[in-house]
């Protein structure tokens, strides 16, 4: 039993390069999340998808996109990287529904925009 | 709307010595409230949560936290800091009903020294 996993753990990108963050789950849960987290913000909430086959807007979503592949699998997707995307991505996933369950987050993906 | 205010950017305490993190909320009806710490270069991982009953909470390695509706706290405590403790400390909130999107505080910094 993995967890949540992510790939990759580190990325280095230039300016204007695309790039797909993946994260998978294997504890059978309905509703994952991205985060980001930058120095003195705590955690963003980027994107979420509360159930397979919806995806909805969080706090921070502008120059993101998303894709919920299935139950498992939970894509945030950087088309045209900006400096201000250099930052720490987090994916979670939770069981869902009405209530309010724990959180379980992945082990982070470190980018750095140049 | 929900929002959390850690007002310690860092603490700084001796090993051995005992602890609080303060947390502060702002929520219109019973929240559901979070503690999760951050190890260096790691995900976050639940210590301890308050859903209802006992206002006093016990966590993970030897947390414990105190919900007080008085005074829109929930307090992380620990009588006795080890070196091993010195990480990042987030406390959410999170509401009842619909979609789970909880809400971090910005963290604070635990420091440790021997």
């Known amino acids: 039993n993995a967890g949540v996993t992510q790939t990759p753990k580190f990325q280095v990108l230039k300016t204007g390069q695309s790039m797909t963050l993946q994260c998978a789950q294997d504890m059978n849960h309905n509703s994952m999340y991205w985060y980001r987290q930058d120095p003195g913000m705590g955690l963003r909430l980027i994107y979420y998808s509360a159930s397979e086959g919806t995806t909805d807007k969080g706090e921070v979503p502008n120059g993101y996109n998303v894709s919920r592949l299935n139950k498992r699998e939970f894509s945030l997707r950087l088309e045209s990287a900006a400096p201000s995307q250099t930052s720490v991505y987090f994916c979670?996933?939770?069981?869902?529904?009405?209530?309010?369950?724990?959180?379980?987050f992945g082990p982070g993906t470190r980018l750095l925009v140049l | 709307a929900q929002s959390v205010t850690q007002p310690d950017i860092h603490i700084t305490v001796s090993e051995g010595a005992s602890l609080e993190l303060r947390c502060n909320y702002s929520?219109?009806?019973?929240?559901?409230l979070f503690w999760y710490v951050q190890s260096p270069g790691q995900g976050l991982q639940l210590l301890l949560k308050y859903f209802s009953g006992d206002t006093l909470v016990q966590g993970i390695k030897g947390f414990e936290a105190e919900f007080k509706r008085s005074q829109s706290s929930f307090n992380l405590r620990k009588p006795s800091v080890h070196w091993s403790d010195a990480a990042e400390y987030f406390c959410a909130v999170g509401r009842s009903g619909g979609s789970y999107i909880p809400t971090f505080g910005r963290g604070t910094s635990l420091i440790v020294h021997p």
């Open positions: 929520y219109g009806a019973t929240p559901y």
């Open positions: 979670a996933s939770s069981v869902g529904g009405e209530t309010q369950e724990t959180q379980y």
